[in-house]
Protein backbone atom coordinates (compact mmCIF):
# COMPACT_ATOMS: atom_id res chain seq x y z
CA UNK A 1 0.00 0.00 0.00
CA UNK A 2 1.18 3.36 -0.42
CA UNK A 3 0.30 6.79 1.46
CA UNK A 4 -1.06 9.09 -0.31
CA UNK A 5 -1.15 13.05 0.79
CA UNK A 6 -3.46 15.68 -0.76
CA UNK A 7 -2.82 19.57 -0.97
CA UNK A 8 -3.57 22.82 -2.45
CA UNK A 9 -7.28 22.88 -1.19
CA UNK A 10 -8.36 26.44 -0.11
CA UNK A 11 -11.44 28.49 -0.58
CA UNK A 12 -11.71 31.07 -3.69
CA UNK A 13 -14.35 32.49 -5.52
CA UNK A 14 -16.58 31.50 -8.05
CA UNK A 15 -14.88 30.83 -11.80
CA UNK A 16 -11.22 30.98 -9.96
CA UNK A 17 -8.76 28.12 -10.27
CA UNK A 18 -6.99 25.57 -8.16
CA UNK A 19 -4.51 22.68 -8.50
CA UNK A 20 -5.02 20.13 -6.10
CA UNK A 21 -1.45 17.94 -5.77
CA UNK A 22 -1.51 14.17 -4.21
CA UNK A 23 1.88 13.04 -3.21
CA UNK A 24 2.70 9.13 -2.81
CA UNK A 25 5.20 7.73 -0.30
CA UNK A 26 5.86 4.26 0.67
CA UNK A 27 5.96 3.30 -2.82
CA UNK A 28 5.41 3.73 -6.28
CA UNK A 29 2.43 4.48 -7.78
CA UNK A 30 3.53 4.71 -11.60
CA UNK A 31 1.95 1.22 -12.23
CA UNK A 32 -1.11 2.09 -10.88
CA UNK A 33 -4.45 3.79 -11.62
CA UNK A 34 -5.43 7.10 -10.12
CA UNK A 35 -8.47 8.54 -9.14
CA UNK A 36 -10.08 11.91 -7.55
CA UNK A 37 -13.26 11.74 -5.86
CA UNK A 38 -15.39 14.42 -3.48
CA UNK A 39 -17.48 14.55 -1.01
CA UNK A 40 -19.52 17.16 -0.29
CA UNK A 41 -21.80 17.58 3.54
CA UNK A 42 -24.79 14.89 3.01
CA UNK A 43 -24.04 14.01 -0.08
CA UNK A 44 -22.32 10.72 -1.49
CA UNK A 45 -18.56 10.41 -2.17
CA UNK A 46 -18.76 10.88 -6.39
CA UNK A 47 -15.95 10.42 -8.47
CA UNK A 48 -14.33 12.86 -10.51
CA UNK A 49 -11.82 11.69 -13.05
CA UNK A 50 -9.22 9.27 -13.10
CA UNK A 51 -5.90 8.85 -14.49
CA UNK A 52 -4.66 5.51 -16.65
CA UNK A 53 -0.79 4.94 -14.85
CA UNK A 54 0.45 5.60 -18.14
CA UNK A 55 -1.33 8.95 -17.96
CA UNK A 56 -2.25 8.48 -21.66
CA UNK A 57 -6.26 8.13 -20.65
CA UNK A 58 -8.29 10.17 -18.55
CA UNK A 59 -12.00 9.81 -17.44
CA UNK A 60 -14.09 13.04 -16.13
CA UNK A 61 -17.75 13.39 -14.96
CA UNK A 62 -19.86 14.56 -16.66
CA UNK A 63 -20.06 17.42 -14.12
CA UNK A 64 -16.38 18.46 -14.43
CA UNK A 65 -15.58 17.74 -18.42
CA UNK A 66 -13.86 20.22 -19.61
CA UNK A 67 -13.39 22.22 -16.39
CA UNK A 68 -10.68 19.61 -14.92
CA UNK A 69 -7.69 18.54 -15.74
CA UNK A 70 -5.92 15.48 -13.98
CA UNK A 71 -2.11 14.57 -14.69
CA UNK A 72 0.45 12.93 -13.53
CA UNK A 73 4.05 12.75 -12.78
CA UNK A 74 5.45 9.69 -12.33
CA UNK A 75 9.53 10.75 -11.46
CA UNK A 76 7.45 12.84 -8.74
CA UNK A 77 5.15 10.24 -7.65
CA UNK A 78 2.67 12.70 -7.78
CA UNK A 79 -0.73 13.14 -9.78
CA UNK A 80 -2.24 16.70 -9.60
CA UNK A 81 -6.01 17.63 -10.60
CA UNK A 82 -6.17 21.18 -12.25
CA UNK A 83 -9.65 23.00 -11.55
CA UNK A 84 -10.61 25.94 -13.21
CA UNK A 85 -13.64 27.74 -13.44
CA UNK A 86 -15.10 27.08 -10.15
CA UNK A 87 -18.49 26.92 -9.02
CA UNK A 88 -20.22 26.68 -5.67
CA UNK A 89 -21.55 22.95 -6.51
CA UNK A 90 -17.59 21.88 -6.84
CA UNK A 91 -17.03 22.58 -2.67
CA UNK A 92 -16.33 19.52 -1.23
CA UNK A 93 -13.88 17.79 0.41
CA UNK A 94 -11.40 15.71 -2.75
CA UNK A 95 -9.77 13.25 -2.36
CA UNK A 96 -7.45 11.07 -4.38
CA UNK A 97 -7.19 7.00 -4.40
CA UNK A 98 -4.65 4.82 -5.67
CA UNK A 99 -5.90 1.84 -7.70
CA UNK A 100 -3.37 -0.66 -6.90
CA UNK A 101 -3.34 -2.52 -9.74
CA UNK A 102 -3.55 -0.34 -12.86
CA UNK A 103 -6.03 -2.56 -14.71
CA UNK A 104 -6.92 -1.19 -17.75
CA UNK A 105 -9.40 1.18 -18.29
CA UNK A 106 -9.00 3.17 -15.25
CA UNK A 107 -12.24 2.78 -13.46
CA UNK A 108 -14.68 5.57 -12.62
CA UNK A 109 -15.90 3.61 -9.22
CA UNK A 110 -14.53 4.34 -6.16
CA UNK A 111 -14.67 0.70 -5.27
CA UNK A 112 -12.00 0.08 -7.60
CA UNK A 113 -9.38 1.49 -5.22
CA UNK A 114 -7.49 0.66 -2.74
CA UNK A 115 -5.46 3.35 -1.19
CA UNK A 116 -6.73 6.68 0.11
CA UNK A 117 -5.75 10.13 1.24
CA UNK A 118 -7.45 11.88 3.92
CA UNK A 119 -8.80 14.74 1.97
CA UNK A 120 -8.67 18.48 1.20
CA UNK A 121 -11.61 20.72 1.60
CA UNK A 122 -12.22 22.93 -1.41
CA UNK A 123 -14.78 25.93 -1.19
CA UNK A 124 -16.02 27.88 -3.81
CA UNK A 125 -18.09 31.05 -2.86
CA UNK A 126 -20.61 32.51 -4.93
Known amino acids: QVQLVESGGGLVQAGESLRLSCAASGGTISSYSMGWFRQAPGKERESVGV????????YYADSVKGRFLIFRDNAKNTVYLQMNSLKPEDTAVYYC???????????????????WGQGTQVTVSS
Open 51 to 58: ISWRGGNT
Open 97 to 115: AADGSGILPARMDGRAYRD
